[in-house]
């Protein structure tokens, strides 16, 4: 099922949310780039620069800024009908610098009950 994610009205980029936890209200995906992405990036950058994957050390100043940001964005999630999806965070895990353009994932805890109970039946 295709989730859009919007910055107010503009669209950051699509994801299938193809793996699901609906025990932690979690559902991850590939995530593809809709044209609004690159007024975002920046801030999902900073997550990639604060936990490195090659091993280094995590940067917690760089951490606490990256969700200060992050949240201050109020992105929203959409499901393919365009129905508004309660969140408590939206991630993008964007490792494009260091990994490739392939390398981007959205990763969003899901506190809507009704999501929950279409999607796995609970």
Do not use: C
Request: hydrophobic fraction near 40%.
């Amino acid at each position: 099922m295709r989730h859009t994610i919007r910055l107010q009205s503009v669209v950051v980029g699509y994801s299938d949310l193809e793996n699901v936890e609906p025990d932690l209200g979690r559902a991850w995906g590939a995530f593809r780039p809709g044209l609004g992405y690159e007024l975002v990036q920046p801030v999902f950058r900073l997550f990639a620069q604060a936990v490195p994957r090659d091993g280094s050390p995590r940067d917690n100043e760089l951490l606490d800024r990256y969700h200060a940001a992050r949240d201050a964005l109020q992105l929203r999630l959409e499901d393919s009908k365009g129905r508004m999806i309660d969140t408590s965070a939206i991630h993008i895990a964007d490792y494009t610098v260091e990994e490739g353009s392939a390398a981007l994932e959205a990763d969003i805890l899901i506190s809507d009950d009704k999501y929950w109970e279409e999607r796995v039946g609970r």
